[in-house]
């Protein structure tokens, strides 16, 4: 058993977690917990330990820029309450490849599984498209964060995985659902979920509305999240409501989405009267607030933001070692910027400035975020990179002279003992060349051609010692001689046979002028 939740939840190699009841419990019903980082690899002894519940463990999905697994982490904002049904039947209706498990607290996991390791960016981004489009959760893995593992102490769970007929499933049956859900990338790519909308505009709203809209609320806050609802409905319609419709909204609402309505005479004489004086800002700072996500939501504290980025057609980029460039048509002019020039508003006037196009100062709103720096937000969030001019290197341009540059100057034959000093020690019979992690680190120092040393050592396809007998070092990386470097090794003197003469000797010429 064990040994196939190693395999299911394979990830990074070198720490786990462990967590421990504090015996305490939030104002939401979450169980608050102390955790202790271990670094040292998941084991099947491990996940035995995890099962009979004596140890609890958690995983981080992510080895170096991939993973194999990926969760959507539903906290709900009311833990003893919570009813995961909605979520199995969303799942279910809309064919998602997601197995969904209770957490410790009482939340859902929704897994993701695949059949083989893949960037880490690809996973995550239809993850985010489906909590976006569906669940409204916090975090999403990976996320450089472990994640507590299903079945703890496994023959009295509560921490069990959800079929698709909302049914508790044993581990057994739960490892032959991962089986039957697991995918390939490719299949993950070609998922088109038709659009999950409760209502128009749906996916406009501000988070906080959404959330108590698809889930009942039962904290406090109450009378500023129904004016945040009354907030909602004047920018649907442009504030063309009465004060009566508005009125009306409200008292439907607040049965809808409070276990525990307001008394409607508070409704009545104090939220909708605000309401109704025009008042369009929202209150932010509730236990629902998301600021973040709000930010860029037409409905949300994003309002302000004009529609200008409508104007920004066919935005693209293309990524070197050293900086990214932004492509846009606007105006009718195809414009390059950079970071620089994206940094502040005058930057990016002066930019345009240069194509003949003269950049109106967008209006600072008395609150919420700046408009400007929404719309630069909009355009790397929207811009796709261009394939056609895509940075390629394949140890090439930068790169290749930078690392023909680091062996180059590091080279040392066959003296092991020198790999403390910062050098690359080539094994002049083998060809490899032998070198410690913090050599290059400390060669690449501030230099972006490379993002990390794992970076460069993938690229090269270089190999990890833990400990390197010939010198006694530890964590040294190994590679054959790259081609592209300079250099070979030093010719051995070539050794006269014993006894041979030479021509310094006379019996090297006896015998030679016989007649």
């Given amino acids: 058993m064990e040994e196939h939740l190693l395999k299911i939840f394979e990830g990074n190699s070198d720490l786990f977690i462990t967590t421990s009841s504090t015996g305490e419990v ?59 049904k909605k979520i199995v039947d969303i799942i279910k209706e809309f064919q998602l490849p997601l197995i969904p498990a209770r957490s410790k607290s009482g939340g859902l996991h929704l897994f993701l599984f695949l059949d083989d390791w893949y960037p880490i960016k ?43 007929s909302n049914t508790p499933m044993m581990i057994g049956n739960f490892i032959d659902y991962v089986k039957k859900k697991t995918i390939s990338l490719d299949q993950l790519n070609k998922i088109k979920v038709k659009d999950y909308e409760p209502e128009s505009d749906w996916k406009q709203y501000p988070p906080c509305c959404q ?48 276990t525990t309505p307001l008394d409607e005479r508070e409704v009545v004489n104090t939220v909708a009267n605000s309401v109704s004086k025009k008042n369009y800002n929202l209150r932010c700072n509730t236990p629902l607030c998301d600021k973040e996500k ?26 070197t070692p050293t900086t990214i460039e932004f492509t846009f048509n606007f105006q009718g002019e195809k414009i390059v910027v950079n970071p620089e020039d ?66 180059e100057n590091h080279i040392e034959e066959d003296d092991f003992k020198k790999l403390k000093d910062n050098y690359v020690v080539l094994d002049s019979e083998t060809n490899i060349c032998y070198f410690k992690r913090i050599t290059f680190e400390n060669f690449l120092g501030k230099n972006k051609v490379f993002r990390s040393a794992n970076e460069a050592f993938n690229l090269l396809g270089c190999e990890r010692l833990d ?12 590679v054959t001689m790259p081609k592209f470097v300079d250099y070979k090794p030093t010719a051995p003197e070539p050794t006269k046979k014993k006894n041979e003469p030479s021509e310094m000797d006379d019996e090297f010429h006896t015998g030679k002028f016989r007649t």
């Avoid at 904290?219 to 009566?244: A, P, Q």
């Avoid at 400990?467 to 190994?478: F, I, M, T």
Wanted: hydrophobic share 35%.
């Fill in 467 to 478: 400990y390197h007998p010939g010198s006694g070092e530890k964590n040294v990386w190994y």
């Fill in 211 to 258: 959330k108590m809209i698809s889930e009942k609320w039962s904290g406090n806050h109450r009378n500023d999240l129904l004016f945040n609802i009354g907030v909602l409905e004047m920018k649907k319609t442009d504030g063309n409501l009465s004060k009566k419709e508005i009125t009306n909204i409200l008292l439907e609402r607040n049965k809808e989405i409070f």
């Fill in 26 to 84: 939030d104002e939401r019903g979450k169980v608050q917990v102390k955790t202790i980082t271990i670094h040292e690899p998941v084991t099947s002894k491990l996940w035995k330990d995890h099962l009979e519940g004596k140890q609890r463990i958690g995983i981080k999905p992510e080895r170096d820029d991939k993973c194999r697994w990926g969760c959507i982490d539903v906290d709900p904002h009311n833990y003893k309450d919570y009813n995961q």
């Fill in 294 to 319: 709000c930010k860029f939501r037409k409905l949300g504290i994003g309002s302000q933001v004009p529609d200008l980025i409508d104007d920004f057609d066919e935005i693209t980029f293309i990524r």
């Fill in 342 to 407: 994206m940094k502040d508003e005058k930057s990016f006037r002066v930019k345009l400035l240069k194509y003949g196009i003269f950049w109106m100062t967008l209006p600072k709103p008395r609150s919420g975020p700046s408009p400007f720096e929404m719309l630069m937000s909009t355009i790397v969030k929207k811009a796709v990179e261009n394939e056609q001019m895509k940075f390629e290197d394949n140890i090439g341009e930068q790169r290749y002279s930078f690392l023909k540059k680091f062996f």
């Fill in 122 to 164: 690809d996973v995550i981004k239809k993850l985010h498209q489906w909590n976006n489009d569906f669940f409204q959760a916090q975090e999403i893995f990976p996320m450089n964060k472990c994640l507590n593992m299903p079945y703890f102490k496994m023959n009295a769970t509560t921490e069990f995985a959800y079929n698709d």
